[in-house]
């Protein structure tokens, strides 16, 4: 088996793009009413700096999988914590539909799925990075969830916004450094409720919060994900060049990478995920967000 070994650049870029002139979407709102809820909204802010005392570090193997989806994968940092220290991570999907999940232990797999959008008038690619784990397995029970994260990338291949994709809950945009500037210059400072100049209000936008802003890297590449163990959330997203958020590692495994099937080629398969993908393109990005015009980085 091939080792895939992570090397972690040394800096972040911080620069600012030129967004001169730039002009945004007015929000656009939800069928949720508009009822703002401060306490709630800080919490998902103030969890992205916990530390976990003990995780497993997940990585891909790297083996079959193009070059450019390796260098953007994630690196999993999940935290030993019950209820799901031990429930499998990484269920495949063949394993899910023939039900035989239990003999696949040892196999992790995510999968990845490439798309475009448009955000403020400028065509996007997009990546995302899908999993399934167990929350419940015994000899008469078998519940499983999805999760995930997708990321919307500049003309060079940089990531500019990390959605967290979850079935329940508000919308996790975690945002580049270079966007929150550039928003900043733009926009002026954040709403009286928020903490970034990229957000909107809480009445504007009450669904939608971005938990941290992120350095901007000094290649493209994926991120750290932190999953706490208690209800096996995303507590926070990290570039590679940031600080760690762990003491210590009980193990360090690999993953799989696959291509998640087309819905044409496997409709069993991609109907997994569905409902998932479908939650998380109901409402653009520049709806919920204050995007500058063009959201770029700067290489």
């Not at 945004?24 to 800080?42: F, Y």
């Not at 992205?48 to 953007?72: C, H, V, W, Y």
Request: proline fraction near 10%; charge should be negative; glycine fraction near 4%.
């Amino acid at each position: 088996m091939a080792i895939l070994v992570i090397t972690l650049p040394p800096g972040c870029r911080r620069e600012s793009p030129d967004t001169t002139n730039a002009t945004t979407q007015p929000p656009v709102r939800t069928s949720r009413p508009a009822d703002p809820a401060p306490t709630e909204t800080a919490a998902y802010y103030d969890r992205t700096t916990r530390q976990f005392t003990l995780a497993d570090f997940i990585k891909p193997s790297g083996e079959n999988t193009p070059e450019r989806i390796i260098g953007m994968s994630p690196l999993f940092v999940r935290e030993i914590a019950e209820p799901f220290a031990d429930q499998h991570f990484g269920l495949s999907i063949e394993a899910l539909l023939r039900k035989d999940a239990a003999t696949q232990k040892d196999t992790r797999v995510i999968y990845y799925h490439e798309d475009t959008t448009t955000l403020a008038g400028i065509d996007r690619n997009r990546l995302s990075f899908l999993w399934i784990y167990d929350v419940d397995r015994g000899p008469d029970v078998a519940r499983t969830r999805t999760q995930g994260f997708r990321m919307t990338l500049d003309e060079n291949g940089y990531a500019n916004f990390w959605e967290v994709l979850s079935p329940t809950g508000p919308r996790l945009v975690y945002v580049a450094q270079s966007i929150e500037d550039a928003a900043s210059n733009e926009f002026g400072a954040a709403p009286a409720d928020r903490r970034f100049a990229v957000e909107r209000s809480l009445a504007e936008a009450p669904d939608t919060i971005v938990p941290r802003i992120l350095p901007d890297g000094p290649q493209p590449m994926g991120p750290f994900v932190y999953i706490e163990g208690h209800d096996h959330e995303i507590t926070t997203l990290l570039c590679r060049c940031m600080p760690s958020q762990v003491d210590d590692f009980r193990t360090n495994v690999l993953y799989e990478l696959r291509p998640l099937p087309s819905g044409d080629s496997d409709t069993s398969a991609i109907s997994v995920f569905s409902d998932l993908l479908r939650r998380a393109d109901a409402v653009p990005l520049d709806a919920v967000l204050r995007i500058p015009n063009p959201p770029t980085a700067v290489p």
